[in-house]
């Protein structure tokens, strides 16, 4: 018999190349999305055609508990939240349930679902480096203290400790992986690194002259979102569940980041491009997150396969070709 898993935020980077993943082990895969009319629906079944939707809502417990029934998963990937770090300033209310209670929802449902069978199924939590926020050692590691800087990370910290709380309390076989940045060519529009990869093949192009951002100082530890979503399909592979931090180890600025975007296009001076503009900096800024992923690589076998160098260029190459195709005469 196949293994059965359930992912929520399907429609994320994360969703899309781990549903990938599975079904190349043969896992039969269902993904929990929210709303009917969800703009992202499309695409999904057109990268993932035998993926089984669900409808629901993090915030929904009913709806959760009708897809538990329904898909009757051995592994649940809890990817489901805003993500989007600035958003959460404008929305802090929102961002909290649906990042921090919807962790609660899913996981009193799978104990609810599963009984005395409580490891029934295997779960898993995204946690984040947004998490570590003022940084208090270099590099994170798993028992690093956590002080988050924004309405995400706090709200991280909430899902994070509550998958903790599960596993100890009822013995639930719950991990949490604590990832720091990811991207890839599927990384939505607003993050900076793909608002970096797209504006770079414009103006490439000649279809844009300049490129504004915030803080051009802050560094960050950005790997392969396809790389990190074998971690997390081996952490619930391992006999005991725990957390462990997913990271390259090694911290880019947003500098290098377009040193790195421009160069792949042969652009060296692209200081005359970019302009910085206050309205894009964060009210309280992380500006320096570098993760310690020992033990993963120990414990799990797990190392990165992409460079920085490499996913720049791929990221820069999908939006070159992307921007070719939609101008195209």
């Given at each position: 018999m196949s293994k059965v898993a359930l992912i929520t935020g399907i429609t994320g980077q994360d969703g899309l190349y781990l549903a990938e993943l599975l079904l190349s082990k043969g896992y039969e895969v269902h993904g929990f999305i929210r709303g009917q009319n969800n703009p992202k629906l499309e695409l999904v079944q057109s990268i993932v055609p035998d993926l089984k939707v669900h409808f629901g809502d993090l915030l929904d417990s009913s709806s959760i508990t009708r897809t538990l029934d329904a898909s009757t998963p051995d592994e649940f990937y809890n990817l489901g939240a805003i993500s989007f770090v600035a958003y959460s300033w404008e929305n802090?209310?929102?961002t909290s349930q649906v990042t921090g209670l919807g962790v609660l929802n899913a996981l009193e449902a799978i104990r609810l679902y599963a009984g005395s069978d409580i490891q029934k199924v295997r779960f898993y939590q995204?946690?984040?480096s947004e998490m570590f926020g003022k940084v208090q050692e270099v590099p994170q590691r798993e028992t690093t203290l956590l002080w988050p800087r924004s309405p995400y990370g706090v709200s991280k910290v909430y899902g994070h400790y509550m998958t903790i709380n599960y596993r100890e309390s009822y013995g639930m076989h719950a991990s949490s992986g604590i990832l720091f940045n990811h991207e890839s060519p599927r990384r939505g529009t607003e993050f900076v690194t793909?608002?970096?990869?797209?504006?770079?093949?414009k103006i490439k192009l000649g279809l844009q002259d300049s490129l504004t951002l915030g803080n051009l100082d802050?560094?960050?530890?950005?790997?392969?979102?396809?790389d990190y979503v074998r971690a997390m399909w081996l952490m619930l592979q391992q006999p005991i569940a725990d957390d462990y931090v997913i990271s390259t180890g090694h911290t880019h600025s947003i500098r290098d980041l377009l040193d790195a975007a421009f160069g792949h296009v042969g652009?060296?001076?692209?200081?005359?491009?970019?302009?910085q503009d206050p309205r894009f900096m964060r009210p309280a800024e992380v500006d320096l997150l570098v993760g310690d992923s020992t033990k993963a690589h120990e414990k799990l076998g797990w190392t990165p396969e992409v460079d920085f160098e490499q996913l720049v260029g791929m990221m820069v190459e999908n939006d070159l070709k992307e921007q070719t195709d939609l101008h195209r005469p």
């Open positions: 802090a209310h929102v995204a946690s984040s793909r608002k970096v990869s797209i504006a770079v093949a802050a560094s960050r530890d950005w790997g392969y979102a396809g652009i060296t001076d692209w200081e005359k491009y970019v302009k």
